[in-house]
């Protein structure tokens, strides 16, 4: 009974690939997010989506592309990965963000880039 | 935009002692500031939260309190247990659920 899931866990690969990282949430939410926690574990905000469209877009590289098919489901594409995207990435979910609502995340994908 | 600081970034306590972490803020448009535990190879989990007309809160071993006009937040845990060890984040919202996150705190609680 996930609340917010991500798939895979690990995702060990080359430079200069493309990849991407699911999220769906069954909770129900209409907004999603993506984060990104360095190595020093420090938590930064990348995208959100309400409802299917980009509420929020931090400075992040053109390499980065979210996805949402739908608003349980929040996908995470890059490009041409290079060494320093080596992070883990997580996703959450909140009811609404006009007015702030408790973000519940996911466990983390951990993305190593050899 | 908004900036936040997170002290102290290690914190060893024995079992039964309380333990604080301290944050500010630096934007007065910040209306929502919730506090994440964080266990090894999961995602942060939300422990307590505090809106901007609420002085303090508290819940069970938990507590929250802020102050506005310092732009400063802390939180509070007593009689710490084994299993409150963990990373914990606040962070500082103004709005729209942009979460703007302090470094860290590495709690560790002695038996």
């Known amino acids: 009974d996930t609340a917010v899931s991500q798939t895979p866990k690990y995702l060990v690969t080359q430079m200069g690939n493309d990849k991407s990282i699911k999220c769906e949430q069954n909770?129900?939410?209409?907004?999603m997010y993506w984060y990104k926690q360095d190595s020093k574990k420090f938590l930064k905000i990348m995208f959100s989506?309400?409802?299917?469209?980009?509420?929020i877009n931090e400075t992040v590289p053109n390499r980065f592309s979210p996805k949402s098919p739908d608003k349980a489901h929040l996908n995470l594409h890059i490009n041409s990965l290079e060494l320093g995207d080596s992070a883990v990435y997580f996703c959450?979910?909140?009811?609404?963000?006009?007015?702030?609502?408790?973000?519940?995340f996911g466990d983390g994908t951990r993305l190593s880039i050899l | 935009g908004e900036n936040v600081e997170q002290h102290p970034s290690t914190l060893s306590v024995q079992e039964g002692d309380s333990a604080v972490i301290k944050c500010t803020y630096s934007d007065s448009a910040s209306n929502y500031f919730p506090w994440y535990k964080q266990e090894l190879g999961k995602g942060p989990q939300l422990i307590i939260d505090i809106r901007s007309n609420v002085g303090e809160k508290k819940d069970q071993r938990i507590a929250v309190t802020l102050n506005k006009t310092a732009k400063h937040f802390s939180l509070h845990i007593t009689e710490t247990q084994p299993e409150d060890s963990a990373v914990y984040f606040c962070?500082?919202?103004?709005?729209?659920?942009?979460?703007?996150f302090g470094q860290g705190t590495i709690l560790t609680v002695h038996p």
């Open positions: 959450a979910s909140s009811q609404e963000p006009g007015v702030n609502q408790p973000q519940h």
């Open positions: 962070a500082a919202s103004p709005s729209y659920g942009k979460l703007t």
């Open positions: 989506y309400n409802n299917k469209e980009l509420i």
């Open positions: 909770l129900g939410h209409d907004t």
